[in-house]
């Protein structure tokens, strides 16, 4: 078991959900010294766990975010919380929080109609092969847009579908709003707590650690084979000890152990224009069974 105070990217565990390419636009939300920030940027593939995009703006690692994307054929755009796993030459990993099931239905929906469109695209092999089986005595040529048309006609949604897809899109987008509306109350209240307002890096911070306590592996976490990273808010009091305390993600039996575990460290105090201040940073915790 090793705990380790920094976020890296390398260690991350494997993904659970694949990765699909995509290039739409991209808008991310962070907060600077409490003040909202657009930073617009593109989306390079998506997964219900995440994306991967290009950011016209500074992030860091562990910074929490809101982000917006509108997919492909989805009318309703994906609007979530997402934590800032690393960026490097304004590539950047965003991990969503709390991505709804809604939310999660309308990615897997896009994956299924790009696959559907993929296939659906006619190739040369498959023109020629509609070409011999066209009767001999129709004298309409082939084309490309003349068999999509004719696949596309196969499908049919009456009314009564019509009206209940309409229905559909409305409650997903009314859900959709409510949800990014509570995101962003969320991600406002996040905004520094300590006096100064001072937001500090977790590398700036991590360099000013004089103790710290590592973590003790629970017993139930370790027979149930439970690993991995705890994040945590942190407001550092201006003599250096840990003041309050925030989970943002992690299992809760390592979150607790982590948490116990932090608000012990003691870091030098961090001085600006001459006098040590209270400061907010993130710090991650990582659990390993060997």
């Avoid at 509108?70 to 755009?77: A, D, E, F, S």
């Avoid at 040369?124 to 009767?135: F, P, T």
């Avoid at 082939?142 to 049919?156: M, P």
Wanted: hydrophobic fraction near 45%; proline fraction near 6%; charged fraction near 25%.
């Amino acid at each position: 078991m090793s705990a380790a105070p920094s976020l890296a990217f390398e260690d991350a565990p494997r993904r659970a959900f694949p990765r699909h390419p995509i290039n739409v636009a991209l808008d991310v939300i962070a907060l600077r010294s409490g003040v909202p920030e657009n930073l617009p940027g593109r989306c390079t593939d998506i997964s219900e766990a995440g994306v991967g995009a290009v950011v016209a703006g500074e992030l860091s690692s562990g910074q929490q975010v809101a982000v917006e994307l509108r997919l492909p054929n989805v009318g309703v755009p994906v609007r979530a919380r997402a934590l800032v796993r690393y960026q490097s030459r304004l590539r950047c990993g965003l991990e969503f929080l709390g991505l709804s099931a809604d939310q999660r239905e309308m990615i897997r929906y896009w994956v299924y109609r790009s696959s559907m469109d993929t296939l659906a695209t006619p190739t040369a092999a498959a023109l020629d092969k509609e070409r011999k089986s066209e009767s001999p005595t129709t004298s309409e040529p082939v084309t490309a847009a003349s068999v999509t048309a004719k696949r596309s006609r196969r499908i049919h949604i009456g009314r009564r579908g019509l009206y209940l897809l309409l229905a559909g899109i409305l409650a997903l987008g009314a859900i959709g709003w409510w949800q990014w509306q509570r995101f962003w109350d969320e991600l406002e209240r996040r905004a520094p707590i300590g006096e100064s307002g001072l937001l500090v890096s977790p590398a700036a911070m991590d360099k000013r650690i004089v103790s710290k306590v590592d973590p003790l592996y629970p017993d139930a976490a370790r027979k149930a084979g439970t690993e991995g990273l705890v994040v945590l808010d942190a407001v550092i009091a201006p003599d250096g000890t840990v003041k309050h305390l925030r989970t943002v993600s992690g299992p809760d039996l390592l979150a607790r152990s982590a948490t116990q575990a932090v608000q012990f460290w003691k870091y030098e105090p961090f001085v600006s224009s001459g006098q040590a201040v209270e400061v907010e940073t993130t710090i991650a915790v990582e659990f390993r069974l060997n």
